[in-house]
């Protein structure tokens, strides 16, 4: 069981970027998959999640409005649209998702912690 997040780079101010999610060895419709990010120096954040069961997503509020969390079962692939993106969004973005995560009114937040963690993303947004 592998994911495995990418489409990171580097972006200038207002621009946009989109993250693609991959799993191997399982089949993503089947979970929820949240998306966190953690910034140099900074603790790991929660950004977005989706649900698994009707695709309901969740987004933090640094993101809300300029996010978008999509899923595409038949690619089985989970995507980030980041658009308008900040300075202050330069951070490393992880994929992750959990057998009994489901993405519900608490968000990405899961005291359980999460089994399954993809490789990070780089995206760097910089004039």
């Known amino acids: 069981v592998q994911l495995q997040a990418s489409g990171g780079g580097l972006v200038q101010p207002g621009g946009s970027l989109s993250l693609s999610c991959a799993a191997s060895?399982?089949?993503?419709?089947?979970?929820?998959i949240a998306w966190f990010r953690q910034a140099p120096g900074k603790e790991r954040e929660g950004v977005s999640c989706?649900?698994?069961?009707?695709?309901?997503?969740y987004y933090a509020d640094s993101v809300k409005g300029r996010f978008t969390i999509s899923r595409d079962n038949a690619a089985n692939l989970v995507y980030l649209q980041m658009n308008s993106l900040k300075p202050e969004d330069t951070a490393v973005y992880y994929c992750?998702?959990?057998?009994?995560?489901?993405?519900?009114?608490?968000?990405?937040?899961?005291?359980?912690?999460?089994?399954?963690w993809g490789q990070g993303t780089l995206v760097t947004v910089s004039s």
């Open positions: 989706i649900s698994r069961t009707d695709g309901s997503p």
């Open positions: 992750a998702t959990d057998t009994l995560f489901t993405c519900s009114e608490s968000g990405t937040d899961y005291p359980e912690g999460f089994d399954y």
């Open positions: 060895g399982f089949t993503l419709n089947y979970y929820a």
